[in-house]
């Protein structure tokens, strides 16, 4: 029905709907208001920190990380780093400012495995964690074993780096099991020594250990580990012979390569 109106004695036009339509351009008004209200929030938010590493000396952890591209969310106010034993104790925090790269957290004893975290801080809140891979810094004294352990899910692969030990080659070994306790690798502790990754069957905990080796008079020392959890597929390439070289590349540390060529008997 149409509604009139009488202002001191005249006649105004019909008013119903210029009053919805001015209702409705209200609502949509404030629908974009909100909407960019929402937009100015998620801006406000750092993206996370990238290329997440640490690495372990005696009683401490060295996170490093590289900043949130400049693009996605908002200007990086500050950083927070916290590091967690997958063996108890309670997590070592710090903070950085905005020009950080890196930060050492100390008072981690050593024989226990660490996840380091980063997340970035801005002035709208803070920014998914993004992760470093396990460390571990080993120490044994006269022989034993050290042994720290990560969890892992089925599928995934377990590989083990040895980027500095103070011991000679075989005076000890790093290996890894699987949930079950079967063998994954096992490797000389050496500088840059390698455990190769195989996937694990099921669920549960992989055990990464550190054991002198028996008779050696070289088993007191110190290993710096990282330990790697990955799901991922091999790289595969076709080399036909006689033809141009293929150089397939890996991303991950344990993926292996490939390689596939026809041939016939007597070949």
């Not at 149409?2 to 004695?9: D, K, M, V, Y």
């Not at 990380?65 to 590091?83: D, E, K, L, M, R």
């Not at 108890?88 to 024989?111: F, V, Y």
Request: glycine content about 14%; overall charge positive.
């Amino acid at each position: 029905m149409t509604s009139t109106a009488r202002l001191h004695g005249l006649t105004a036009i019909p008013v119903a709907g210029l009053l919805c339509a001015t209702a409705l351009a209200g609502t949509a008004l404030a629908g974009t208001a909100l909407a960019g209200t929402a937009q100015a929030r998620a801006a406000a938010v750092p993206a996370a920190p990238g290329a997440v590493t640490a690495a372990t000396t005696a009683g401490s952890v060295t996170v490093r990380w590289q900043p949130p591209p400049a693009t996605a969310g908002a200007p990086v106010t500050g950083y927070a780093v916290t590091c967690t034993s997958t063996d108890g104790g309670a997590p070592r925090t710090g903070t950085a400012g905005a020009a950080a790269r890196s930060l050492a957290l100390s008072g981690l004893p050593d024989n226990r495995t660490y996840s380091c975290a980063v997340t970035a801080k801005g002035s709208g809140g803070t920014s998914p964690a993004a992760r470093s891979p396990y460390v571990e810094h080993a120490r044994l004294a006269g022989g034993g074993t050290a042994t720290g352990h990560v969890p892992v899910k089925a599928g995934q692969s377990v590989s083990v780096t040895v980027p500095a030990t103070t011991f000679r080659a075989c005076d000890a070994t790093v290996s890894t099991t699987d949930p079950k306790r079967f063998p994954i690798g096992t490797a000389c502790l050496v500088p840059a020594a390698f455990v190769d990754g195989a996937k694990v069957g099921g669920p549960g905990t992989a055990t990464v250990t550190v054991a002198g080796r028996a008779g050696s008079t070289g088993t007191t020392g110190t290993a710096e580990l990282v330990i790697y959890v990955y799901v991922y597929g091999d790289v595969t390439a076709t080399i036909t012979p006689g033809g141009a070289a293929v150089s397939p590349r890996t991303t991950t540390p344990g993926q292996n390569a490939r390689y596939t060529f026809s041939g016939s008997a007597g070949q």
